[in-house]
Every structure is written in C-alpha cells, then in structure tokens.
C-alpha cells in the first residue's frame, strides 16, 4: 500500500508540468465553487429574511420647504398609526443631573416583539439599564411615571441601519397618538423623522396607500422600499454555474484521454508488477494517488495563499471526495480492459 | 477508443473550452467596464448623446414629464456656468450634504412641472457649505431660488460650473447629454427620440470595444476565474499529446509508408479541424444569444469574432504542437524496432 503510495508521488514528479497544470485548475476552481455556494446561501437566507419580515418600510425624499398644511399633516399621520403601524422618532430631553437623555418616542401599534411587555397604558415609559435611577419623566409639562426597566443591554438596529444599544436610551410609547398634543407644527424636523421611520404592516394595504396619499403633498415624496434584488442569485445561476459545469466536464474528458496515455506509458511497468504479485487494486491506487496528491497540494497552497478559511475546509474535502470518485469511476473499467500480457513483448509499448 | 472517435473527443473538448472562454472573458472584461469611471457617477446604462444639427427642442418635448419619473437626465451647455438636471427619480438625492428641513430640499416633481427657477448651488468653502445663507448664493435668470449646496467632491461637481439648475427651466437642451434609467426599455426610446431630433449617440458603456488592459483581470474573482480557464489550456495541450502518444501505431505506420510530417497531419487532423471550427463557432453562437439574455451584453460581435478565431488558432496550435513533439520522439527513436 505505501509502495503504491510513494509510486503515485513518483508519476506526480514524472509527469511535473501535467501535474502543475492541475494543481492550478483545481485550486481555481474549487475556490470558485466553494465561494458561489457560499454566497448563493447567503443571499437565499437574506431574501427569506426579508419575506418573512411583516413590517414594510419607505423611502422618504424631502422636496419642499415645509408643509402646506403641518396640522392636517399631523392628523392624517395619527389616523394612521392607530392600528398596524408605528413610527418613531429620535429628540433629545433635558435631564437635570445627568444632561441630555437620548429618548426615542414611539407612536403607534408596537409589534410586541419589540417590546417584551406590552403595555396596557395609552403612554407607557421604559428606560435602559443604565438609567434605573430615573423615576419620572416630564413630557410635555406632565409628569410620568417610569414603567420599567428593560433589563439586560439589548441591541438593537435603527432604521438608519445602525446598531445601537438600549442601555443609557428612554423610550416613551403612545399607543393611540394624537401627535399634534405631542409635536408643535412648526417642528418639521420630528414630521421628516416620522415619515421617514414609517412601518405598516404588509398585510394593511389600504392603510399603505392612505399613508402614500396622505404624505406626498408637496413637502415631502415617500416611495416603497424596493425589495432587495435578486441580481446576485441571477449572476451566479445563469452565468458561472454554467461556466463551472462546462471546466469540469472539459477537464474531465480531457481526463480520460490523459489517463489513456498515462496508462499506455507505463503499461509494461503495470505488467511486471503484476507479474510479480501485485494485484489491480494496487495499479488502481498508485494511479488514484497521483490526483489525490494534486487535490492535496492545490488545497495546501490555497490555505498558504489565504484564498481558502480554514472554516471552509470541510466543504473542500467534500469537493475533492466527488472529484476524486468521479476519475476512480473514469480509471477503473480502463485499468480492468487492458490486456496486460501482450505488452511484455520485446519492442516495448506501439 | 478508436483514433477517429478520439480525435473528434478532442474537437469536443475543444468547444467546451470555446464556451467557458467566452463566459470567463465576459465576466472579466464586464466588470473591468463597470469599475471603469463613468461621467456623473451614473448607472451602466447610460449613453452619452452629442449634438450635431440644430436643435432647438426643450426637454419637455422629448419627454413626458408625467409619466417618465424613472430616468434620469444631464445636459451640459458649453460657454455657461451651470449643467441642467432632471432627475424625478432621486438618484442625486444623497448628493445633498446636510439635511436641513425647512432649508434645504429636492427637486419636485412640481419643480419640473412649473418650470419653476430652482437650483443647486456649489458650495466653495466649508463653512458656506453647512451655515452659509443659501439663499444670497442665487443668480438671477439661472438659478433664482437655491434648494441645496453641493461642495467639489459631488458626484454633480465638474470644473467650471457654478450651478445644477432645474432643466425644465431652460429653454433648449445643451450640446451634450447623458441619459440613464434602469428601465432599458424606456432609454431606448428616449435614446430615439434624441437622434431623431439631431443627436448622435457618442458613448455607451454596453458594447465598447476592448481595449487589451480591459482583459487584464485585477481582482481575486477575476484572477480565479481567468486562471480557471485558462488552466484548461496546458491541460488541453497534454490531452492532444497523450492522445497522439496512445495512438502512436497510427503515426508510425503513416512513417514507414513514406508519408513527410506535414502530410501524416493533414491526413490525421483533417476531421478534427472540421468538428473544431464548427463545434467553436455554433458554441460561440449559443453562449452570445445565451448571455444576452442573461446579463447586461459587454462583449460586441467583433470581440466575440475575435475571440472565437483566437480560440480556434490556438488550440488548433496546440493539437499541431503535440503531434509534432511526438513526431520528434519518433524520429529519434528511429523505426527499427517496428519493422520487424
């Protein structure tokens, strides 16, 4: 078995350019398969995500200076977060021992996975855990108790994509808003914010289209979220799918032919050994080392190069594995075929 | 396997090699073309159009302003300070530096609509760009209301312009424009309407000749996928030779019957070249229409012609080169032994 073995390492050294020549193709190749699988999996999780996702979210463009009518503006946008929509903003309050508090102001139907505890109370106050030492809050000149503490840091994502964290935040939840008893009409700052965190649910349509109505009036332009486009799926399905089925199958042609020669070259060697004692299977083995050695060697200088993550490393040997029973399944019914007793005549190989 | 069935064997590989060729080199050149810098940060999409007869025409008679909100519009004039811009479809939007709302906004749709006189100013200095009165920064005639500042580094930025004024505003469309839309459908329309009005379309990002360092591949994917294929290559040669070294008999007798090299290869090579040329070219046919579809088309039929004969060339070099290698092995060796 090793004598097989360190035969196989011999035809590698025997047959050097061929040999290198595979080493670069299976390193490129595999890198290639190993990296569009990853990222067809990744981006067929991503857009799962996203189908699953209730919540639909806009785009907002300013396009005027303010609006026409700020007070019919607020009221349509109170309408809408009565029920399966919210929205929130970002304001700064004034705290007298510790300076400015970041409070987000919640408006509307709350999923309750927002929130671990949903609130029976129309405003209802949570505060981070790094401000349990608050007990009232004075909103709007009226004084509010404190609810709860949110336990623990959550993280948590704003709609800005930035991950922030619950800990030194105060969240204040209306439930059913009037927001004109809570935001000045002159405050345009807070109505961009608010159209802008919009989120409806999938399933209210009408309640999307009155929002869509209601808000493009002139000050500012909301356009649905597009839906993340499948573009990178389309590329690699249509275009290097197609161009790794047709390397492998050239290379594996290109293979038998090769294994024809390689044979034919050192049939008379084949015959004496087996003369000798030695069985098909070792032929089949010395034959078998010279790709699983190459397939090692391409896989080593990948890790060297850094191009291969170790973490990868399983789904390599998988590749190999395939690629390797698939020249066994090439070599074995040649090797079984060859009549090996006409070759031992005087005159060498024809 | 008998010769002839090898032989064409090769001429099949051979085709194969043609098409991942093909794919491989699209790829690379495709994205050599979408890194390449394109005029205003715009989409690949665009076309560059230029003026050649008179044409007087305003931008609302080329398009619908109700109804064509997905595409996006420059105009540059030469001999004035300001580009116009039409752009319902928001794709500048973030080119706007500082979110000041009840300041600073977008053009509208109403903009467009009303021909109103609204403008981008750009901003010279950092503290004119964030505190400055944008307001005093108007020019009468051009740009009367100022909706937003941009500094030198926007995308909208190019040297010797003050202003990105409303192009509905102006009266005629300047001697170059750029057009773009993800909407091909609809560029394309638009594209001839603008040549029927006495345009010429001067630049396209799809279908440009290649130039040689396009097909220098740059990044990790490009390089992977090129060596990929162009690994194939040797490993074809090696194919060809180990397939006349099986076949060596062949050769041989050919020899000792008196055949010269150059008349035992056309003999021997004659079905191959047929199946090689054509196999080529119907693969070359089925990837073009294939990619078409696909994916945004780069690679133009010249290209895609000299692809194809370059493929051809070298592989049939390659079968040449390795049956002479073995040809030479058989000179050496003399034909002694073969003729007992």
């Known amino acids: 078995m090793l004598n097989d073995i360190w035969l196989g390492i011999k035809d590698i050294w025997n047959e050097k350019w061929l040999a290198l020549c595979y080493i670069l193709f299976f390193l490129n190749m595999m890198f290639i398969v190993v990296s569009t699988t990853d990222s067809l999996y990744r981006e067929k999780m991503e857009i799962e995500q996203q189908k699953a996702q209730d919540y639909k979210k806009f785009e907002t463009y300013v396009i005027g200076m303010q609006p026409e009518q700020p007070e019919e503006f607020l009221k349509n946008l109170s309408d809408i977060y009565q029920k399966n929509a919210f929205s929130y903003c970002h304001v700064q309050l004034q705290a007298k021992t510790i300076g400015a508090l970041d409070t987000y102001i919640v408006f509307g139907d709350v999923p309750k996975k927002l929130f671990e505890k949903k609130l029976e109370k129309n405003v209802s106050i949570l505060v981070g855990s790094g401000l349990a030492q608050i007990r009232e809050i004075t909103v709007n000149g009226k004084k509010y108790k404190v609810d709860s503490v949110i336990k623990g840091d959550t993280e948590f994502t704003t709609l800005d994509n930035a991950t922030e964290f619950t800990d030194n935040k105060v969240f204040i939840i209306i439930s059913e808003p009037q927001i004109l008893e809570w935001v000045s009409p002159e405050n345009y700052d807070v109505m961009y914010q608010l159209v802008k965190n919009t989120q409806i649910l999938s399933k209210d349509k009408d309640r999307e289209t009155q929002f869509l109505r209601n808000v493009n009036t002139g000050f500012l332009d909301v356009k649905k979220e597009k839906p993340k486009d499948t573009e990178e799926i389309a590329f690699i399905l249509k275009f290097i799918d197609p161009f790794l089925v047709i390397i492998l199958l050239s290379c594996m042609l290109c293979t038998t032919l090769i294994l024809n020669g390689m044979i034919k070259k050192r049939i008379r060697e084949f015959s004496l050994h087996l003369i000798h004692g030695a069985l098909l299977t070792d032929i089949f083995i010395r034959v078998v080392t010279f790709f699983v050695v190459i397939l090692l060697i391409s896989t080593g200088i990948g890790i060297f190069l850094g191009i291969i993550q170790l973490e990868e490393l399983w789904f390599y040997a998988l590749l190999e594995t395939g690629i390797i029973l698939i020249f066994a399944g090439i070599l074995t019914p040649k090797l079984k075929r060859q009549n090996y007793s006409l070759n031992l005549r005087d005159g060498g190989v024809i | 396997m008998a010769y002839r069935k090898q032989c064409i064997l090769c001429a099949i590989i051979s085709c194969l090699i043609m098409s991942s060729t093909f794919i491989s080199f699209t790829y690379c050149i495709g994205r050599r073309i979408a890194a390449k810098d394109v005029p205003y940060g715009l989409s690949e999409n665009y076309i560059k159009l230029v003026r050649e007869s008179l044409c007087e025409k305003s931008v609302e008679e080329i398009i619908d302003l109700e109804n064509d909100t997905n595409v996006t519009i420059i105009s540059e004039y030469s001999n004035e300070n300001y580009i116009a811009l039409y752009d319902p479809r928001y794709y500048f939007y973030n080119e706007n530096p500082v979110q000041s709302i009840g300041e600073r906004r977008y053009f509208s749709k109403k903009d467009y609509l009303e021909h109103t006189k609204t403008g981008v100013a750009v901003a010279w200095s950092e503290s004119q760009l964030f505190g400055g009165n944008i307001q005093q920064m108007t020019q009468k005639g051009i740009c009367e209301e100022c909706i937003f500042l941009i500094d030198t580094s926007s995308k909208l930025y190019?040297?010797?312009?003050?202003?990105?004024?409303?192009?509905?505003?102006?009266?005629?469309?300047?001697?170059?424009?750029?057009?773009?839309?993800?909407?091909?459908?609809?560029?394309?329309?638009?594209?001839?309407?603008?040549?029927?009005?006495?345009?010429?379309v001067a630049e396209k990002k799809q279908n440009t000749w290649i130039k040689i360092e396009d097909i220098i591949p740059q990044s990790l994917y490009e390089i992977v996928v090129f060596a990929a294929n162009a690994a194939l290559y040797p490993i074809y040669a090696f194919t060809c030779g180990m397939m006349f070294f099986y076949n060596r008999r062949i050769l041989k007798i050919n020899r000792l019957c008196g055949g010269t090299s150059w008349k035992i290869f056309c003999h021997l090579s004659e079905r191959y070249f047929k199946v090689n040329i054509i196999g080529s070219a119907i693969m070359t046919l089925v990837c073009y229409g294939f990619m078409k579809n696909a994916i945004p088309q780069y690679v133009g039929i010249w290209s895609t012609v000299c692809l194809y004969l370059g493929h051809v060339l070298v592989t049939g070099f390659l079968f040449w080169f390795s049956y002479i290698c073995n040809m030479q092995v058989l000179e050496i060796r003399g034909t002694k032994a073969y003729v007992k």
């Open chain 2, 158 to 200: 190019q040297s010797g312009i003050d202003y990105i004024v409303n192009m509905t505003s102006v009266e005629k469309m300047g001697e170059t424009i750029y057009i773009d839309s993800d909407d091909t459908e609809k560029l394309q329309k638009i594209e001839h309407r603008l040549v029927s009005e006495g345009y010429k």
